[in-house]
């Protein structure tokens, strides 16, 4: 049994069903009834009749309902009470690979919270976003740097803008898009892309706003790393739609970048958990990137 079986379970409660739940902590139907199942053969008992709509709870999942709340609350006391006395205190971040990228001013921001504060130790992870949500629900880590992925998030997170990205069309030079001064997103329904993979929220962003145009997009190519798309586009495969700041910052000269004519862009955002009661530590890091 783990802090994130009985957060599940927790929350199965709390929104009265497998499919809202999961919607609620942001994971998959099929992984938490995966998540229960295995606790329930660990304990040897059915905490949900099953039969039943909705979640009902069994007899024994009453009995189990009691020591889980009570569980989660000495859990996060104990952290509290370690946060607190810790000599160096770690406030562990996961981020959306855009730390390095010097324009964000995000390593700067880092550095200079971590000189003015010897006895905390910050580390850093970078992750997918979709990575880096489950690293947050299982609480392997306090803080997370991803992309606004609209209101659904904002009633589980607590979150601190950091950065807009403008989206624009990045092509080859020697491509016939090349020449444009803007272009429509509806000139581009008959060409190929390549773009971050699916777990990436700009890939979600760019397919979102071709829906609205009820245009889908030919993705041939994807790939998990921001340079490594871009590489594919600057060989000719393919066109992208790329966060400018991201195309500016790379090394390939190659590229042409091109603004859409209706122009959309994608939040950045330092997150955490509103479940979660900070530290002293996390308090205190969380203060210093609002300024």
């Known amino acids: 049994m783990n802090s994130t079986q009985l957060e599940y379970f927790l929350a199965i409660v709390k929104h009265g069903g497998f499919a809202k739940a999961a919607d609620a902590i942001f994971v998959s139907q099929s992984a938490l009834s995966k998540r229960i199942k295995s606790l329930e053969l660990e304990l ?7 039969k039943l709509p ?6 024994e999942g009453e009995e189990f309902l009691a020591f889980a709340l009570e569980a989660k609350q000495k859990h996060t006391e104990l952290l509290t009470q370690l946060g607190t006395i810790s000599t160096k205190r770690g406030i562990r971040i996961a981020s959306i690979p855009i730390v390095a990228i010097k324009p964000y ?17 910050l580390e850093y992870t970078e992750r997918d976003q979709t990575t880096i949500l489950q690293l947050l629900a299982d609480e392997n880590a306090d803080f997370g740097i991803i992309r606004d992925f609209g209101s659904n998030m904002h009633k589980k997170y607590k979150f601190l803008p950091l950065y807009d990205d403008e989206m624009v069309l990045v092509c080859a030079k020697n491509h016939s898009l090349a020449k444009k001064k803007t272009i429509n997103l509806r000139e581009l329904k008959d060409e190929t892309f390549a773009l971050l993979d699916e777990r990436s929220q700009l890939y979600t962003s760019t397919v979102d706003e071709f829906k609205k145009l009820n245009i889908t997009p030919t993705i041939a190519y994807t790939n998990t790393r921001h340079n490594l798309v871009l590489e594919m586009v600057a060989n000719g495969l393919g066109i992208t739609i790329m966060p400018k700041l991201i195309v500016e910052s790379s090394e390939h000269d190659e590229l042409a970048i091109i603004p859409l004519e209706e122009a959309f862009y994608t939040k950045i955002l330092l997150v955490y958990d509103k479940s979660k009661k900070l530290t002293d530590a996390h308090k205190k890091f969380w203060n210093f990137c609002k300024k």
């Open 54 to 59: 909705g979640a009902k709870l069994t007899p």
């Open 44 to 50: 040897g008992i059915e905490l949900f009749n099953r």
């Open 105 to 121: 001013g995000i390593m700067t921001k880092f550095v200079s919270f971590q000189s003015a504060n010897l006895d905390y130790n």
